[in-house]
């Protein structure tokens, strides 16, 4: 699974502002992380310092909520046996 973070400080200034959603390259054993930015599309590796993001988990929708092209992807990706994957709930 990608690993999404959100910046939390405003140390990086406007490059990188504060609510930037950003997909994780990479993990260094100290916590700090290298990212792009999501949006922004370039391929722009940032070294990101691991008390300047927390961990990113977006809303998942609930199956009523959904839209019927939103169900209709979800289910051919069934049919075609993609994986999927899901919250449960109990995941923190």
Same mark, same amino acid.
């Given at each position: 699974?990608?690993?999404?973070?959100?910046?939390?400080?405003? &140390?990086?200034?406007?490059?990188?502002? +504060?609510?930037?959603?950003?997909? +994780?390259?990479?993990?260094?054993?100290?916590?700090? +992380?290298? /990212?792009?930015? *999501?949006?922004?599309?370039?391929?722009?590796?940032?070294? +990101? &310092?691991?008390?300047?993001?927390?961990?990113?988990?977006?809303?998942?929708? =609930?199956?009523?909520?959904?839209? *019927?092209?939103?169900?209709? /992807? &979800? =289910? &051919?990706?069934?049919?075609?046996?993609?994986?999927?994957?899901?919250?449960?709930?109990?995941?923190?």
């Amino acid at each position: 699974m990608t690993r999404k973070i959100i910046i939390t400080s405003d &140390l990086y200034d406007t490059d990188m502002p +504060v609510g930037a959603i950003m997909t +994780v390259t990479k993990e260094h054993s100290n916590g700090n +992380v290298e /990212a792009t930015l *999501d949006g922004a599309g370039e391929d722009i590796k940032w070294f +990101v &310092l691991a008390e300047c993001f927390g961990e990113y988990t977006p809303e998942t929708p =609930l199956w009523r909520d959904m839209t *019927d092209a939103e169900k209709g /992807a &979800l =289910l &051919l990706a069934h049919h075609e046996g993609n994986v999927i994957e899901f919250n449960n709930g109990s995941d923190p």
